[in-house]
């Protein structure tokens, strides 16, 4: 007899917590987008023999009932490397999406930039329009993309900038959104000296994974320290 189980049930033992509530969440979107009823009780059922609780928490979810008992395989084993959570943490290669206008403090962001791309990290300039924004000292940096054209979930973390705009309240609600969006998906952020009315602290939020570079000798490390780790959880 053909074993179709085990390996996915050794892979669902060794996914950390959080690993578990993506997955899930991900299999109700996907089973959500089924339009037969019956179709949806098979991939639960199917669902049941790698774990019947993860099962029962989609079949609700998706509108089914839930599995019978006694599908389940017996394993138990695990691998702790097949979990993302045990996976080396290092800055190269990920991508920082900096949102930018004129009027930029032109060391202060030069000296980040110097930074970032000295770890192996991917940056991209991202403003309201493409062309060429200015900083204070005449520092020239060229956008890459805009508001318009790319997505916060596109990047690995973000370094709030700020500056100034033509369209000020429209230019400021934008940073505020892609800001926003990329804190609710737990993604590492950096602010600027000028940027902190973009992510303001209060009492609803523990800013973990947040640095400021207000009054902070160390931004630069602490900020590629925080790029590493990618993801915290704990945020609320």
């Not at 639960?44 to 099962?55: E, F, R, T, Y």
């Not at 329009?129 to 508001?147: N, P, Y």
């Not at 309240?169 to 902190?196: D, L, R």
Request: with cysteine; charged share 20%; hydrophobic share 40%.
């Amino acid at each position: 007899m053909q074993d179709y189980f085990s390996q996915p049930k050794i892979f669902w033992n060794s996914l950390s917590f959080i690993e578990k509530q993506h997955l899930i969440q991900a299999l109700c979107f996907q089973l959500s987008k089924v339009q037969s009823h019956s179709i949806r009780e098979k991939a639960i059922q199917m669902l049941s023999h790698v774990d019947a609780g993860m099962a029962t928490m989609i079949a609700d979810y998706v509108g089914v009932e839930p599995p019978s008992g006694g599908n389940q395989v017996s394993v138990t084993s695990y691998f702790p490397s097949l979990s993302i959570a045990n996976a080396t943490k290092y800055p190269i290669t990920l991508r920082v999406g900096i949102l930018i206008g004129h009027n930029f403090d032109d060391e202060e962001v030069g000296d980040v930039i110097h930074a970032l791309k000295k770890h192996g990290i991917f940056i991209d300039f991202i403003s309201e329009k493409l062309g060429t924004i200015t900083g204070v000292d005449g520092t020239k940096i060229t956008v890459s993309q805009t508001f318009l054209t790319t997505n916060p979930n596109l990047y690995d973390a973000l370094y709030v900038v700020g500056g100034s705009s033509k369209r000020e309240k429209k230019f400021n609600q934008e940073m505020m959104n892609f800001s926003i969006e990329v804190y609710k998906h737990y993604k590492p952020i950096g602010v600027a000296t000028n940027a902190e009315k973009y992510l303001p602290v209060s009492g609803e939020n523990n800013l973990l994974g947040v640095v400021f570079a207000k009054n902070n000798p160390n931004f630069k490390d602490e900020f590629i320290a925080v790029i590493a780790e990618r993801r915290f959880w704990e945020r609320v």
